[in-house]
C-alpha cells in the first residue's frame, strides 16, 4: 500500500461501495494506489509521433477553412478522401490521407501568449498543484517507458542545436528530459576517438560507473541517475548510427518528404518510430504570422503539408498506425481577424487540433466552430480533455493516470475533465 | 545604383490636402481606383464585391462628391486586381479563388459578367493590367504563369511560365513589351510579339528568406507616364515574428535597367510599400501599410536624396489613384483592428474596415 496520506482525485468519483468491493476486489488496494507500472505497457508497443507547430498554426488555413466569409481568407476549400470533410486549398496532399485522420474543431484553452501557451499546452494544462508538470513527450517516456528496443523513449527532433534537454521533464526529474537532434543529426561527438579501443573505451566506463555511483551514495539522485541515463543513451545510440545514415534513405521519400528542414525532420521522426522510439516530437518553428499571413501560410502549410500526408500514408501502408499515435500540435490556433499587417493574432478561443492512428477514429471531424469560425459551437475542449483522450488512445488504464511525487499522488491529466470519447475508436 | 541623375530644374513640391471626410466602407479593401472617365470610383477587396461610388464635383452635403452605387457580385474569395478598359466602360477584376471577369461598370443598375473564366489560373490571381490599347488583359498568379486574354470575349491569347510567384505586372506605355514582378525580386520584361523573355532587372531586396518562410516580392509595378522609369515596389529586411519589414520602392531607369533610387521609408516591422505612382511634377507617390500611424504616405522625387513628405497621419495605405484631373488623388487606407485574443467591442467580434481619402494636389 502506499506510503502516501493523502487521497486521490479519482478515489472521490468512486462510491464507498465501489471502492470496497468490485475496485478493490479486481485491483486489490495496492495495485489501485500504485502508480502505473511502465512495465505493464510496454509489451503494447504504442508510440507517439508529435509534431508540434511553434508560434500557432491558423486553423482556417488549415483543419477549419470557411471560405467565402468575413475571416475565411482568400483560400478555397478543398475535398478530401472522406465525402464531406473539408480541409484548405493548403493541404492537397493531406486532403488525400483524411480517411485516416480525426480532426478536433473544437478546441479551447486559456492563454494567448506563447510564454505562458507553450508550456501550458505541453503539459496539458493540469489543475495547479505546487509542482511543474511534465511536457507529454516526458509524461508518455515516464508513464510507459521505452521500448523494448531500449532507445531512449522521447527523442525530440528540431531546428537548431541538440543535447539533452531536462526542463521538460518538470517534477519526474531530468531522467525523464528529452533527446533532442539539432536538424536531426547525432549528438555531437558521440563515437569514441578512433585511437581508443574498445579495451580501454570498456575501462573506462566502468571506472566511470563506479565514481559515479560513489559519488550518488550520499547525495539525491535524480540528477545521478540522468546522468546515468544519458550515458545509457550514448551507448544505445552509438550502436545505432545506421538511424543517421542518410545513405540508407530511400532516394524516392527524400523526394515525397521534400528537402526542405520540416520535410528532412518529419522523416527522420518516422525513421526514429520505426526503430522503435516510444515518443518522437518534431518541431517546426515560425508559425507566429502576425504579418503577412496569407504568404506566409501559403509557404508553411505547403511545407507541412507534403512531409505530414508522406508520413501518415507511410504508417498506414506498414500497418504502424495500428500502434503509433500523431499528433499535430501548437500553442494556439490564429485570430479569425485579418489585422492592418494582413496578418492573424494569437486565438486560443477556437481552434483545431488534427491526429491519427492508434486508438483514435479514421476519417472524423469531431466537434465545430459557428459559420464565421470566431467561437467554438457546441462543446469546447481544453487540452486536458485531450490528455486524457491520447493516454486512453495508448492503453494506460484510467485507474492508473496518475503520478506519485514524492509520496504525493497527482493526476496525469487534469482532473475535471475526460477523455473525447468520438475522437476514440 | 547608378549615378545619381542631375538635373538644374528646381523639385516642384507637392501638397496633399484631405477633400471632405473619409469615406468609410465596412469590409478591408485592397485597391480603389478611379475609372478613365474620371466618373466612377470602383474598390475591390476581402468581400468579393467591387464596390461603386460615383464621383462629382464636391457640394456642402457630400464633402468628397462621392456617392456610393450597388456593388457588383460574382467573384469568391478575394477580389485582388481591377483594370479598366482605355475606351469602353469595362471593367476587369481578379480573384483569389482563380477568377477572371469583365463586367459593364458605368450602368447604377448590378450586372452578370460580360464574360468570365471560373478557372482563369489555378488558385490565387495577384495581379492584373491592361494594354494601353486595351485590346488585352494580362494576368497572373500563384501558379506562376502570366496569361495574356482578349478584352473583346476573353479568348486567350498566350501565355508564359514566368516559374514563381507572379505578384505583379504592368504593360509598358508604348505597348510593346510586359513586365512581371515575382516573390524573389524579379522582374521580367516579356515582347508581346515574340512571347519571349528579353531582360531580367532586379529588385531582390524586396524578397527574403525569413527563416523558413519566403517573404517579400514585387508587389506592384508601375511606369512613369512617359515610360522612361519604372516604380516596384515592397518591403526590405522583416525582423522577428511579423515577416514584415520596411517599405521599399526601387526606381529602375527603364532604358538602362539601372536602380536610379532605392527610396526606403518607415520604419522596421512598418511592413510593406503597396502602391506608388508618378505624378506629373516628377514625384513618386507611395503609401505603404502597418499598425495606424506606422506605415506613412509619402512623397519622393527620384533625383532627391531624401523623401519631400512622410506623413504618418495617413497612414495604412493600401492603394492609390490619381483621377484623370490630375489634382485629385484617392488613398484608400485600412482600419483593421489587431492583437491577441478576444478583443471584443461593445460584445461583438469586430473585422477590419476601410477607409478612403481624397485630396487635392496641388504644386
Redesign the interface.
Known sequence: MSRSPLCRPHEHRLSRRHFMGAGAATLGFGNMLRPVVAEDLRDKDRQVLCIWLD?GMSQLESWDPK??T???????AIPTSVPGIHVS?LLPKTAQQMHHLAILRSVHTQD??HSAGVARINRGDPKERGVVYPYLGSAVAKLMGPTKTGLPPYVWVKPGSGGFKTQDAGFLGPSYGALALGDAKPPANLLPHPSLTSADYQLRQELRTRFNERFGKRRFNNEMAADTSVYDIAQTLMRRMDLFDESKVPAKDVVRYGS???GRHLLMGRRLIEAGVRFVKVN???W?????HF??S???HR?FDQPFAALIEDLADRSLLDNVLVIVLSEFGR?????????R?????AWSVAMAGCGIQRGAVVGATNA?G??VEGPEHDIGHLFHTWFQALGIPKEHMEYINQDQPLPVAHDDFSAISELLS | MADKPQTDEPIAALTPQPIGKPIEYE??LWHARFSPDGQWLVAVG???KIVRWTVADPTEENGTGLTQGESLTGH???I?GLAFHPKLSHLYTVD??GQLACYPYSQPETSEPLWNHQSAHE??IRTIAIHPTGTRVATGG?DGVVRIWSTVDGAPVSHWAHGSKVMSLAFTPDGKSLVSGD?FGIIRQWDLDTGKSIRELSAVPLYQK??????G?VRRLVFSPQGDRLAATGQKE?KG????GTPCVIVFDWATGDVLREMVVGDQ?D??AYDAMFHSSGNVVACS????RK?PFWLWHPESEQALLIDKKLS?GLSLSLHPDGRRLALLT??????????LKDGE????RSRIVLMQLST
Open positions: 508560434g471560405p467565402n468575413q475571416f475565411g481568407g482568400p483560400f478555397r486549398e494567448n501568449s526542405h528542414e520540416l517546426s518553428y515560425h507566429d504570422s502576425h504579418g503577412d504568404n506566409s501559403d509557404c508553411l511545407q485570430t479569425p481577424r485579418i489585422n492592418s499587417h494582413c496578418g493574432d494569437h486565438w486560443p478561443e464565421l470566431t467561437f | 469590409r478591408m476581402q468581400d468579393a469568391n474569395g478575394w485582388c483569389s479563388w488558385g490565387w500563384n516573390l525569413h527563416y523558413n518562410q519566403e517573404c516580392g522583416p515574428g511579423f515577416a514584415t516591422n511592413g510593406f501599410s502597418a499598425f495606424p506605415g495604412n485600412s482600419n483593421a483592428p489587431n492583437g491577441n485574443g478576444r478583443g467580434y469586430p473585422g477590419g
